[in-house]
């Protein structure tokens, strides 16, 4: 963490991007979305208990409500990157209204079965997938700079404030009115959300270049993440902490049924616990951040979840349950908001959208594979069992903090310079390539190995930034002559390429151009490939790359 976020942690406060209306209005219009699926989750998850009474089954609403999020959450953050994020959003929450109304008319018509009580939570999980990464890489967007990590936080908060309410409304509604109730009040809770939505006058963004194929976005997005050092640390400690501590929502049921004797009330209060103690945990990462290393922190925190959890799994008293709950859910807050904080600040605009969405596979993922893991060894050795484990496992994690040490996070802001256009000779269009470019360095040979370190950080800001194959040669008969090399596939990918490093890269690149020691400046040249067979010369048709003669008189 560097010396000036202390400072800015100290000076603001959690609520002051609250001072901003549309902030606000969203905040306010998801904390009801929030309280209406987290009260669909608990009619979900009784439903399946009274429908099958099986572990496995209970344990797998979890997965068939995370699974979409795993399975589409790159795709949609490419999506959020490249178009509006407000018509993303809003037709993200219309999938996920008409799977929770779907639900709820199978149910009023008596043909809930497992099968489709699965299907609808899928549905009602693809929306959410959706329209996630377009919601939080929008949050840039609604706070000033200087307050997204409280911003960040607040969204958490609106979560877990429903997480601590919600199921304990959603127990008390299924046990007075029937699953149906909670069901239906999912229906009209996404109703403040779309409102607001549409309402939102999102200046467009201007861009000159048409916007990347998905699949091509796809790609662009893990491969910023995976030459990140410090996204693919936070993206493999979160998935590492999501697939061990996925027990404790994916068993609360059977936590409620089985080791305490309880009904769904006593169900919708635990994990009100839980909820409770996440806000807890999201009100203090603030002055945890500004007191404590993240690498500390992360330890510490993953070491109490861990002893949570061992305590779960052995009490029989719910009161003992409930507290270690809250304990557990603030410092299981306290981890995911410090990953969600590090990887939003650690990713610059162009790829915010889908480096939020790895963070959010990571998560889901973990919360998917592990809450059928954990729900699989429970049905086989009691749910009792499974906690232990799981705790246990919680506290071996933290040897991971050995060799994934959680990053020093400095914000990637876009370079304030603007880009110079380039004169092209040939007629080239966007699908034109792929273009190779070459830049020429002269450094003196006693500053070679200095000058060789410092463009070794190039590497990996050329490969994050979209240009493949990069290479550095040094010429054998005149030794001063160094020539960087990479590609990319086409001539807008090229564009894209040259307007994505950020002030941090740019910095890099002048610490190398430092040991450049030429008359002028570095040459750089741009060309265009042609790999053997792809150009097919016919007579009559002239080159638009050459400049042809006046027709002369006849």
Same mark, same amino acid.
């Given at each position: 963490m560097a010396e000036g *976020?202390?400072?800015?942690i100290a000076?603001?406060?959690? /609520?002051?991007?609250l001072?901003e209306?549309l902030f606000?209005?969203?905040?306010i219009?998801?904390l009801?979305?929030n /309280?209406?699926?987290? &009260?669909?989750?608990v009619?979900?998850a009784?439903?399946?208990?009274?429908l099958?009474?099986?572990?496995? %089954?209970?344990?797998?609403?979890?997965t068939?409500?995370?699974?979409?999020l795993?399975l589409i959450?790159l795709p949609?953050?490419a999506i959020a990157?490249?178009?509006d994020?407000?018509? &993303?959003?809003?037709f993200a929450?219309?999938?996920a209204?008409?799977?929770?109304a779907?639900?709820?008319l199978?149910?009023m018509?008596g043909?809930?079965t497992?099968?489709?009580?699965?299907?609808?939570?899928m549905i009602?999980?693809?929306?959410?997938a959706?329209?996630?990464?377009?919601?939080?890489a929008s949050v840039?967007?609604q706070?000033p700079p200087?307050a997204?990590?409280q911003?960040?936080? $607040?969204?958490?908060?609106?979560y877990n404030i429903a997480?601590s309410f919600?199921?304990?409304?959603?127990g008390i509604?299924?046990?007075l009115?029937?699953?149906l109730a909670?069901f239906t009040f999912?229906?009209f809770?996404y109703?403040?959300m779309?409102?607001v939505?549409?309402?939102?006058?999102?200046?467009?963004?201007?861009?000159?270049?048409p916007?990347?194929?998905?699949g091509?976005?796809?790609i662009?997005g893990?491969?910023?993440?995976?030459?990140?050092p410090p996204?693919r640390t #936070?993206w493999?400690?979160?998935?590492?902490?999501?697939?061990i501590?996925?027990?404790v929502p994916a068993?609360m049921? $059977?936590i409620?049924?089985e080791?305490?004797?309880g009904?769904?009330?006593?169900y919708? &209060?635990l994990?009100?616990?839980?909820g409770?103690?996440?806000v807890?945990?999201?009100?203090a990462?603030?002055r945890?951040?500004?007191a404590?290393s993240d690498?500390?922190? %992360?330890a510490?925190?993953?070491?109490?979840?861990g002893?949570g959890m061992i305590?779960?799994g052995a009490?029989?008293?719910?009161?003992l349950?409930g507290l270690l709950?809250i304990?557990t859910?603030a410092a299981w807050?306290? #981890?995911?908001a410090?990953c969600?904080?590090?990887?939003?600040l650690s990713?610059?605009r162009?790829?915010?959208g889908?480096?939020?969405a790895?963070?959010t596979t990571a998560?889901t993922?973990g919360?998917?594979?592990?809450?059928?893991?954990?729900?699989y060894?429970?049905a086989?050795?009691?749910?009792?069992v499974?906690?232990?484990?799981?705790?246990?496992?919680?506290?071996?994690?933290i040897?991971?903090?050995?060799?994934?040490r959680m990053p020093?996070?400095e914000?990637?802001r876009?370079?304030?310079?603007?880009?110079?256009?380039?004169?092209?000779?040939?007629?080239l269009?966007?699908?034109s390539g792929?273009i190779v470019?070459?830049i020429?360095?002269?450094?003196?040979?006693?500053q070679?190995r200095? /000058?060789?370190?410092? %463009?070794l950080d190039?590497?990996?800001?050329r490969?994050?930034?979209?240009g493949?194959s990069?290479?550095?040669?040094?010429?054998?008969?005149?030794?001063?002559?160094? &020539?960087e090399?990479?590609?990319?596939p086409?001539?807008?990918d090229y564009?894209?390429?040259?307007?994505?490093?950020t002030a941090?890269?740019m910095?890099a690149?002048?610490r190398?151009l430092a040991?450049?020691?030429?008359d002028?400046?570095v040459?750089?040249?741009?060309?265009l490939?042609r790999p053997?067979?792809s150009v097919?010369?016919? *007579?009559?048709?002239p *080159?638009r790359? %050459?400049i042809?003669?006046?027709?002369?008189?006849?």
């Amino acid at each position: 963490m560097a010396e000036g *976020d202390n400072e800015l942690i100290a000076r603001s406060g959690a /609520f002051e991007p609250l001072r901003e209306p549309l902030f606000r209005r969203i905040w306010i219009a998801s904390l009801f979305s929030n /309280f209406g699926q987290l &009260i669909q989750s608990v009619g979900a998850a009784w439903a399946m208990t009274q429908l099958t009474g099986r572990a496995d %089954m209970v344990a797998l609403v979890q997965t068939a409500t995370f699974a979409p999020l795993m399975l589409i959450s790159l795709p949609a953050g490419a999506i959020a990157d490249s178009y509006d994020r407000r018509k &993303i959003a809003l037709f993200a929450l219309g999938i996920a209204i008409s799977g929770a109304a779907g639900l709820s008319l199978i149910t009023m018509f008596g043909l809930l079965t497992p099968g489709l009580l699965l299907l609808f939570c899928m549905i009602v999980g693809t929306g959410t997938a959706l329209f996630s990464p377009a919601w939080q890489a929008s949050v840039g967007e609604q706070v000033p700079p200087n307050a997204l990590p409280q911003a960040i936080a $607040l969204n958490s908060i609106s979560y877990n404030i429903a997480r601590s309410f919600g199921p304990a409304i959603g127990g008390i509604l299924v046990a007075l009115a029937g699953v149906l109730a909670a069901f239906t009040f999912n229906s009209f809770a996404y109703l403040p959300m779309i409102l607001v939505m549409f309402l939102w006058r999102r200046p467009p963004e201007k861009s000159r270049l048409p916007p990347e194929a998905l699949g091509r976005a796809i790609i662009s997005g893990v491969r910023y993440a995976f030459h990140s050092p410090p996204i693919r640390t #936070v993206w493999l400690r979160t998935l590492i902490v999501s697939l061990i501590g996925s027990s404790v929502p994916a068993l609360m049921p $059977l936590i409620s049924r089985e080791l305490l004797g309880g009904e769904a009330s006593l169900y919708g &209060i635990l994990l009100g616990c839980f909820g409770g103690g996440a806000v807890i945990g999201a009100l203090a990462i603030g002055r945890v951040r500004a007191a404590v290393s993240d690498q500390r922190t %992360m330890a510490l925190c993953v070491g109490f979840a861990g002893l949570g959890m061992i305590g779960v799994g052995a009490s029989r008293i719910a009161l003992l349950t409930g507290l270690l709950l809250i304990a557990t859910g603030a410092a299981w807050m306290v #981890v995911v908001a410090l990953c969600t904080i590090s990887m939003q600040l650690s990713s610059p605009r162009w790829v915010t959208g889908r480096a939020l969405a790895a963070f959010t596979t990571a998560v889901t993922a973990g919360m998917a594979i592990g809450g059928w893991g954990w729900g699989y060894i429970a049905a086989i050795h009691g749910t009792d069992v499974a906690m232990l484990g799981s705790g246990a496992a919680m506290l071996v994690s933290i040897g991971a903090g050995l060799v994934l040490r959680m990053p020093e996070i400095e914000e990637q802001r876009d370079r304030d310079m603007p880009l110079v256009d380039l004169d092209a000779g040939l007629d080239l269009t966007g699908r034109s390539g792929p273009i190779v470019v070459t830049i020429e360095y002269r450094v003196a040979t006693d500053q070679a190995r200095a /000058f060789y370190r410092a %463009m070794l950080d190039m590497e990996s800001i050329r490969h994050r930034t979209g240009g493949y194959s990069w290479s550095l040669s040094r010429d054998i008969g005149d030794p001063e002559l160094w &020539i960087e090399r990479y590609h990319a596939p086409t001539w807008h990918d090229y564009l894209r390429q040259r307007s994505r490093p950020t002030a941090a890269d740019m910095k890099a690149w002048d610490r190398a151009l430092a040991y450049h020691r030429g008359d002028g400046p570095v040459r750089i040249r741009r060309l265009l490939e042609r790999p053997y067979g792809s150009v097919r010369w016919s *007579d009559d048709v002239p *080159d638009r790359g %050459m400049i042809l003669p006046p027709p002369q008189p006849s």
